[in-house]
């Protein structure tokens, strides 16, 4: 092979490179239109659940977040020492939904009177919070919240802070998606922890 056809070969191969480099930029510049939200609610199977259904939500990730561990385990978030919540990374088109229509969402699905549990789940590894990841975000965040102690169906106080968000470590590969994968484990998990009811009887 002479010299000039592997220089042919070498240039071409680096257009190639450009051209695929140049695509994956474009895709990146597209879900750039994409936005995340993440927040707590007790058990993230249930959070997950409440958020993927909601148009407008791209995905929903179970996960750990606000906490003083690198890395954590299921194990080790779950024993309550590692400081972290068990949450959910929400990405969605903000185009189709709002941030403020997923604090919506958020509310109704968590008991936000109580502090360190929901429902059947004791431990600040299940408290409710919002974590906000830019100054917008807090200003939703906050005038949702006041709105709601000012308008709420039920007497006792809000409790779910608002926090700054921090790493967010998704959760093991079994708790993705756990509702649609064991529906029967999840669905008799959900009702012996009397989730369903108390938000009836929270929100009707």
Known sequence: ????????????????VALLAGLATHVTAAEAGHAKATFAGGC???????????PGVISAT????DGDVGNPTYRQVTSGRTGHAEAVEVIY??????????LDVFWRNVDPTVVDRQFCDFGNQYRTAIFVHDDEQL????????????SKPFKDP??????????????????????KHNPLR??????????????EELWG
């Not at 000039?4 to 257009?15: D, E, F, G, Q």
């Not at 088109?93 to 997923?102: F, G, N, T, V």
């Not at 200003?139 to 000012?150: F, P």
């Open 139 to 150: 200003r939703l965040a906050e005038a949702s919240k006041k709105a709601l102690q000012e």
């Open 158 to 179: 809000i409790v779910t802070p608002i926090v700054a968000a921090s790493m967010f470590y998704p959760a093991e590969d079994y708790h993705q998606d756990y509702y």
């Open 44 to 54: 993230f199977w249930c959070v997950e659940e409440a958020f993927e259904k909601v």
């Open 62 to 65: 179970s996960g750990y977040t």
């Open 93 to 102: 088109d903000p185009a189709q939904i709002s941030y403020e229509q997923l």
């Open 186 to 199: 999840y669905k008799f998990y959900k009702w012996n922890c009397g989730r369903a009811q108390r938000l």
């Open 1 to 16: 092979m002479t010299t000039k056809r592997i220089h042919s070969l070498v240039t071409a191969l680096a257009l190639s």
